[in-house]
Structure formats: structure tokens, C-alpha cells
């Protein structure tokens, strides 16, 4: 603050009290008191305790400080987004698809994609997240547990919604018959037999019967069984 002073008839220009620079933190009026005494000179009336920079550059080192705050702030922002965290794989969650069965629920919790239908090249949901590569980098380890299921050989996996469709898709029938999976009776679109193709495993689709082609064991798909 400045202040004029009245003494012994005449004026002088004074500071009320030492001003410390903010952005150095040293007192102005300290330094001139030191360069003083280095120099031999001696200081001028009215400037003991603040130097006679101190009042006239105090707005000059607050404009310093606060440059010297919003580069430390901006250099911080700048670290943190060069750095940042590492991107979460994004949640993934089941759903149950039009035909009943287990599939993969895309972002936008409105499209539901089959479960053999994640990974295979085509990007079924909307934005893709289907075949992410966070999703699908190291098939089957990366795929969540909802959409796998194991064969009679720990070693093979199909997706969860190719278990009790009708298809033999382990190869050796394990995810179509007990004591492996309990997969409920053949359906109103199959004929209950033992195939003799290896494609099935307990029913043919009635798509099948009465084709001229032998299909189940004891010729039922061609005798007995009324077609489609």
C-alpha cells in the first residue's frame, strides 16, 4: 500500500510494511537493503522496510505467480492425458435372443447377437463391439464365461447357444447327450432316432424324412416318420 509521508518539511513515498513478491517469495524491500549494503550505499528516507520496487512491481509479480500456477496446471493436464489410465474393456453382458437362447448384449442394450455369432468376423452390433478386439484377441480365454461351454473333452468348447440344438458340435456328441449336458426332448421340428449321420445326435430334423435318404439307424425317417 502506498502511503505519503510528511517529515521535517518534506514528502516521501512509503510502503505500509514490507511487500513480499508472491511468485519469488523474497521481500523487495529486503533485497534493496542488502544491495544496499553490498554497494556501501545507504538507503533513502522512507524506505526502510520495503525496497522502491516493492508497491510499483507487487501487481507485476502476482500476474508472475499466477502465469507460473496455470503453466503448472496445464503441464499436469497434459502428463495425465498422455499417460492417463489404461482403457477398461467395457462390461459385457448375456441376453436371451428371439430363438431363447444365450447371446451377447451390445452396447446400446438393445441388439442382442447370438453367441456363435460373437467373434466371427462380422460385426453384428451396431458399433461393432461384437468383434472388439479386447473381446476376441485370444479366443476363448478372452470370452466372458456366458458365452462358452465345454465339451466331454475339457480341451474343446463350443458357444453356449450351439449346446442342445440338435448338432453334434463337439464331435462327439457331448453337448447334445448325458451324462454331459441334459438336453431336453427333440422338439415338434425333429424326429426322435439314432442317427446314422454324424451330423446329429439323438433326432433329425423332420426336414429329413421321407427324402430317399437314410438318415437315423432303423429307417424310421423314411417309414415312420410323417415329414415336416
Known sequence: MKMWKREAGRTSLVCNGPEVCPACFWSLGQADAERNAATGGKARPGDEG????????????????????????????????VLGHPPRTPETHSCVT?????????????????????????RTC??????????????????????????????????????????????????????????????????????TVFTYCSCVPRALCRDGVQHCSDWSDEYSCPGP
Open 50 to 81: 520495503c525496497g522502491p520496487l516493492c508497491c510499483s512491481r507487487r501487481g507485476a509479480c502476482f500476474t508472475v505467480s499466477l502465469l507460473l500456477l496455470l503453466a503448472m496446471l496445464a503441464g499436469l493436464l497434459a502428463v495425465a492425458t
Open 98 to 122: 428371439l430363438a431363447n437362447r444365450t447371446g451377447f448384449l451390445c452396447h446400446d442394450r438393445r441388439h442382442c447377437v447370438p453367441a456363435h455369432a460373437v467373434c466371427d468376423g462380422i
Open 126 to 195: 451396431p458399433h461393432g463391439e461384437d468383434e472388439a478386439e479386447s473381446l476376441c484377441r485370444d479366443v476363448p480365454q478372452s470370452l466372458p464365461g456366458f458365452l462358452l461351454t465345454t465339451c466331454g473333452d475339457p480341451a474343446s468348447w463350443i458357444y453356449s447357444d450351439q449346446k442342445c440344438d440338435g448338432t453334434n458340435n463337439c464331435g462327439d456328441c457331448s453337448d447334445e447327450l448325458s451324462p454331459v449336458t441334459a438336453c431336453p426332448p427333440c422338439g415338434p421340428g425333429w424326429w426322435r432316432c439314432t442317427p
